[in-house]
């Protein structure tokens, strides 16, 4: 395979290449292939981004169609059709079977963006500044956001500049099992001389993906959301990553049964890998004045056609849902025993998570990579989070047939005992 000239002109920022420096054509399902015909099951799935696979042949024929049909591609924020169907969309299969009554922001197309949005409408609709935040949070790397975002790797890549308007409080389980964090944050709002300015908003990932897919408890959440709501203040949930299905439940908050007032997809609202972002806010929130917060790719009207045509297939009953968590448990079964054995092994290890978004913590960066390595040459793609990329991620496509499920746990077992053979 010839990579000479990726390696010679793309910026050393680049990351995923590193991990699989091979060239890929071609993609279905849960499947890629590589330039020199090898099929990888894929376990990364973009990051959360192709919740519905690789070309999902449903969403393939909407978005031919529309094409082919010559549907308006680019149209700033004018309304149009395509825009149309998907709120109605929205509005029909997943506001209202919820109970939930959101205005709609279309942003940019990426997650960055959508929370950029989201802190900066808290502020403007509380008039205050600060945005809480948690310990491993990651919410994208523009600056607004990258000022919530815990990771010093990002955090330093500002060249010196100081990133602002942010509080981190110990997320669920940071200061070990028997503390709950939220009696600190519960304590220094009650505290006049506890140096926390009052928030605008709490930003939470209800589980945290690139943090190392740690799931905040449900009571927990359930807590924040009153603690929120006690003290005025705006909870916004960062589901970019756990949204779309992804915890077994289309927005992952509902699992602790709370209503965010601001949320924030991205990812895999698109259902096709297309950029797209919204953000959802109660009704009362939209404060914003026309044009106040723009940009030239506001609602991307191809990503429009695949995401309604998702909702529309997949989530008019709980069948998918139910299938997803079902998968989960299999997910969930397969890595306890992985940890069993690595912990067996003398390399300690625990599995977690929510849906199908799981994950191993191995404890130690270079165990996680070994690990991955070898399932690369075994034929799985799948990726490590955490602080210190110690957490081996399962986010592989939720749509992924049970041969192809299988077949990629069976890749990830043998790998984790052959990687210390
Ligand atoms: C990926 C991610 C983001 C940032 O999205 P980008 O499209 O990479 O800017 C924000 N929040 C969470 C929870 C994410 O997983």
């Not at 922001?105 to 809480?132: D, F, M, Q, S, W």
């Not at 709490?202 to 945290?208: A, D, K, R």
Request: charged share 25%.
């Amino acid at each position: 395979m010839q990579t000479q000239i990726l390696e010679r002109m793309e910026s050393e920022v680049r990351t995923y290449s590193r991990s699989f420096p091979i060239v890929f054509t071609k993609a279905q399902g849960a499947r890629l292939t590589a330039e020199n015909g090898r099929e990888y099951i894929d376990f990364l799935a973009g990051a959360g981004t192709l919740n519905y696979g690789h070309n999902h042949p449903k969403l393939q024929e909407a978005l031919v169609e529309y094409i082919t049909s010559n549907g308006i591609v680019h149209g700033l924020d004018m309304w149009t059709a395509a825009k149309r169907d998907y709120l109605e969309t929205l509005e029909e299969v997943i506001f209202k079977p919820r109970g939930l009554d959101y205005k709609v922001h279309l942003p940019g197309p990426t997650g960055t963006n959508a929370v950029e949005a989201a802190i900066r409408l808290a502020r403007v609709a509380k008039g205050r500044h600060n945005i809480v935040t948690f310990t491993n949070g990651f919410h994208g790397v523009t600056m607004g956001a990258l000022a919530t975002t815990g990771n010093r790797k990002f955090r330093e890549a500002t060249g010196g500049i100081p990133t602002q308007g942010a509080s981190f409080m110990p997320f669920d389980g940071y200061l070990g099992e028997d503390t709950d964090t939220l009696d600190y944050f519960e304590k220094l709002l009650g505290d006049k001389s506890g140096g926390l300015d009052v928030p605008a908003g709490v930003i939470v990932e209800t589980v945290q993906g690139e943090g190392g897919i740690n799931p905040a408890g449900l009571d927990w959440l359930k807590r924040l959301e009153s603690i929120c709501r006690a003290h005025d203040i705006l909870l916004i949930v960062d589901d970019i990553q756990a949204g779309c299905g992804r915890t077994g439940k289309f927005f992952s908050f509902e699992h602790a049964d709370i209503v965010p007032d601001i949320v924030t997809n991205s990812k895999s609202l698109s259902a096709y890998g297309l950029p797209f972002a919204h953000v959802l806010m109660r009704p009362e929130l939209d404060k914003w004045k026309p044009g106040q917060y723009n940009g030239t790719f506001r609602g991307f009207n191809m990503a429009f056609v695949t995401a309604a045509a998702a909702l529309r297939h997949f989530w008019s009953d709980d069948r998918f849902e139910r299938d997803v968590q079902r998968k989960g448990r299999i997910v969930e079964e397969r890595f306890a025993r992985i940890a069993a054995s690595l912990t067996e092994m003398g390399h300690p290890a625990s599995e977690r998570g929510r849906g199908l978004m799981r994950g191993i913590d191995v404890r130690d960066g270079d165990i996680a990579d070994k690990i991955t390595s070898k399932a690369f040459e075994n034929g799985l793609i799948i990726e490590t989070a955490g602080q210190d990329g110690q957490v081996v991620k399962c986010l592989c496509p939720l749509v992924i047939s049970d041969e192809d499920l299988l077949e990629g746990l069976d890749i990830l077992e043998r790998s984790a005992r052959e990687a210390f053979a």
